[in-house]
């Protein structure tokens, strides 16, 4: 790549594309229509991007990878690779979604471990609505047809309201309780607008916990915990918590990307099956013929820790219940989950495996 040409994208919104190698054998894909479909992926050099990335190729799609600089790790499959700084309002999007069909978009400001910014909330809104809708819009100067938005499940809730355990529904009141969830929430707003007054389809996807090979964050932790054998107050945890594997979510971003009932529908996904905190950890350890080391605490002694350490929310995402009903993209896609949830646990371990060799 020109040195000059990277350089002189990096001082402006302008986006720089360059053709890239095949790095997987692609299939003929048919459209519905039988035709091939252009899609362009923002976060493609991210954990759920690079399956995403992968899986549309595999199926045959033309696939332009968005990107925010030039070397961002491992290589992402792809076609063609573009570099865009910044997806915030003023930046120029033409060229990204120039001849694409889809978009899809995963680009996003997601939970920050220490926050410096003075206001949070404008600061998501600004990347995640505002940067959303700028994209949309070039989308449909474009004439791009169809787009659609990785939201999260939590712009449902965070399970900590339904006592009674219900899964959420897509037709449940929207009640978001964190500035990245109320930011995702008020893209999917705007995005409704620009579907009202224009021919761009919405398609939003409201995905819970993800994981699989190369995931961050807190399940990373939990691997470490399953293979060192640390003692864990977690031997009766009660709960259920739906979670899906990122092969399966990048399988049904595929689908929704061709499929003609998707259009202007919002779906929660997940797999199968919800696990809870102390058996996905037990499942973990077997898969590392390991034995998990775990002791029951009674709940109303974790609910005091929790107040007086001011870690609710912690404790709530280990101790407390989230489940979708996912029969919606079931009964209106066909959507089957193609990694079954002990594989996924299998392929997550070995890939953890692999790293620590490296």
């Known amino acids: 790549m020109d040195a000059r040409a990277t350089k002189r994208s990096s001082r402006s919104s302008a986006c720089l594309r360059t053709p890239r190698l095949s790095i997987a054998t692609s299939s003929v894909f048919a459209r519905h229509d039988g035709s091939r479909v252009r899609v362009l992926v923002t976060g493609a050099s991210g954990f759920v991007g690079r399956a995403v990335c992968s899986t549309l190729r595999a199926n045959g799609h033309f696939v332009r ?28 999007l033409a060229c990204a979604v120039s001849g694409i069909d889809v978009v899809v978009h995963l680009a996003a400001r997601v939970h920050v471990m220490r926050e410096t910014s003075q206001d949070p909330l404008a600061e998501f809104l600004r990347v995640n609505r505002d940067g959303t809708l700028q994209l949309a819009a070039a989308a449909v100067a474009a004439g791009v047809r169809r787009f659609v938005f990785i939201s999260t499940i939590g712009v449902n809730g965070d399970g900590a309201e339904r006592s009674d355990g219900r899964p959420y529904l897509e037709s449940d009141a929207p009640r978001p309780h964190s500035p990245y969830s109320e930011s995702k929430w008020a893209a999917e707003r705007g995005l409704a607008e620009v579907s009202a007054r224009t021919a761009l389809e919405i398609v939003i996807v409201r995905p819970p916990l993800v994981y699989g090979p190369g995931v ?7 691997l470490k915990w399953a293979e060192r054998g640390v003692p864990l107050p977690l ?33 929660l996904i997940s797999d199968d099956e919800p696990v809870s905190t102390t058996e996905l950890i037990e499942t973990l ?38 489940t979708v009903n996912a029969n919606k993209a079931r009964e209106r896609l066909g959507w089957r989950a193609p990694v079954e949830r002990d594989q996924a646990f299998r392929d997550t371990v070995s890939w953890y495996r692999t790293r620590a060799q490296t």
């Open 65 to 92: 990878a968005a990107l925010r600089r030039p070397g961002t790790g491992e290589p992402v499959s792809t076609d063609e690779e573009i570099f865009i700084r910044d997806l915030g309002p003023g930046a120029d």
């Open 235 to 267: 031997g009766n945890t009660g709960n259920q918590r739906s979670m899906i594997y990122v092969g399966n979510l990048a399988a049904f971003i595929a689908l929704c990307v061709a499929h003609p009932a998707a259009a202007g529908e919002t779906f």
């Open 216 to 222: 961050p964050g807190n399940f990373l932790s939990l």
């Open 285 to 322: 350890a077997r898969a590392m013929d390991r034995r998990a080391r775990l002791f029951p605490v009674p709940r109303r002694l974790v609910r005091l820790a929790s107040r007086v350490l001011r870690r609710e929310k912690v404790v709530h995402q280990i101790f407390g219940s989230l």
